[in-house]
T-cell receptor, first 118, second 113 residues
């Protein structure tokens, strides 16, 4: 069964410093992995998606993530934090069923709350 | 291009009542998935609808049911509400052949008293 573990429930950085949000996954298949962001009282926004095309995935707003099979990790990074990055971030794996058209169940981690200090 | 829309935005019900939540998918999408997000938790998959049929279901009781209409919009119904059903209910839409890439609506916040 697929699962994801977000290693930090809360991360605090200063504006202009790098961001690292850590995620480990468990999957029997070659996984599809995602990062979503949720701002307070808002829905979820897709940041980026990995589907085996390239191990380094670039997303929106300067975020990127690197798939490392040997470490079963998919950490999210950003070189320089902005105040507007303060939000909840979710690492997600797709629960891939064997049958076409029955894929699409997303399994979410518990979330990492990112705080950005001025 | 309108994204995923949900209604209502907020809802207050009492225990034992029934509730219906609505979702319209993003233009060009034909698959709708529903998730429950309790406070401080990640979203949990409830079920997915495609071609007006429930295609997958998460670990939720039969009190949770749904429907998809020919225009691909969807409803989530919850009967016999419990206090523990208080949560943010999120709808996500996707396209056949790429159902794992899902776009979420703003959610409906349900409070059960």
């Amino acid at each position: 069964a697929q699962s994801v573990t977000q290693l930090d429930s809360h991360v605090s950085v200063s504006e202009g410093t790098p961001v690292l949000l850590r995620c480990n996954y468990s999957s029997s298949y070659s996984p599809s992995l995602f990062w979503y962001v949720q701002h307070p009282n808002k829905g979820l926004q897709l940041l980026l998606k990995y589907t085996s095309a390239a191990t380094l995935v670039k997303g929106i707003n300067g975020f990127e993530a690197e798939f490392k099979k040997s470490e079963t990790s998919f950490h999210l990074t950003k070189p320089s934090a902005h105040m507007s990055d303060a939000a909840e971030y979710f690492c997600v794996v797709s629960d891939q069923a064997a049958t076409y058209n029955q894929g699409g169940k997303l399994i979410f981690g518990q979330g990492t709350e990112l705080s950005v200090k001025p | 291009d309108a994204g995923v829309t949900q209604s209502p935005t907020h809802l207050i019900k009492t225990r034992g009542q029934q509730v219906t939540l609505r979702c319209s998918p993003k233009s060009g999408h034909d698959t709708v998935s529903w998730y429950q997000q309790a406070l401080g938790q990640g979203p949990q998959f409830i079920f997915q609808y495609y071609e007006e049929e429930e295609r997958q279901r998460g670990n939720f009781p039969d009190r949770f049911s749904g429907h998809q209409f020919p225009n691909y919009s969807s409803e989530l119904n919850v009967n016999a509400l419990l206090l523990g059903d208080s949560a943010l209910y999120l709808c996500a839409s996707s396209a056949a052949g790429n159902q794992e890439t899902q776009y979420f609506g703003p959610g409906t916040r349900l409070l059960v008293l």
